[in-house]
Nanobody, 123 residues
Framework: QVQLVEFGGGLAQAGGSLRLSCAAS????????MGWFRRAPGKEREFVAA???????DYRDSVKGRFTTSRDNAKNTVYLQMNSLKPEDTAVYYC?????????????????WGQGTQVAVSS
């Protein structure tokens, strides 16, 4: 059974940093593209960042230069380092895993989802 579990959410001040982790089990992690999505209160879930099985990354424009995603295949874990946080980054953050993803920003390409972790950024 595939499981994705996010860690590292919490409260941060504007300008601060948080690091999210997503631990995967039940799949051959190195073969999967890993994505990060978020849902802010009252909004649709949106793409944040992704890293392909080969290491290619993609980011939404509003987080470029502030967020970095990386992966450690030996630990079956993907990370999202979030710097220079803004109140508009407040959301529940989800990680997702998908095979053979072409468009990493598209939710439909992902097969498995975590439960999410809350990130709140105060001004």
């Amino acid at each position: 059974q595939v499981q994705l579990v996010e860690f590292g959410g919490g409260l941060a001040q504007a300008g601060g940093s948080l690091r999210l982790s997503c631990a995967a089990s039940g799949l051959v992690f190195s073969r999967y593209g890993m994505g990060w999505f978020r849902r802010a209160p009252g909004k649709e879930r949106e793409f944040v960042a992704a890293i392909g099985s080969g290491g290619r990354t993609d980011y939404r424009d509003s987080v470029k230069g502030r967020f970095t995603t990386s992966r450690d295949n030996a630990k079956n874990t993907v990370y999202l380092q979030m710097n220079s946080l803004k109140p508009e980054d407040t959301a529940v953050y989800y990680c997702a895993a998908g095979l053979g993803i072409v468009l990493m920003a598209r939710e439909s390409g992902y097969n498995y989802w975590g439960q999410g972790t809350q990130v709140a950024v105060s001004s």
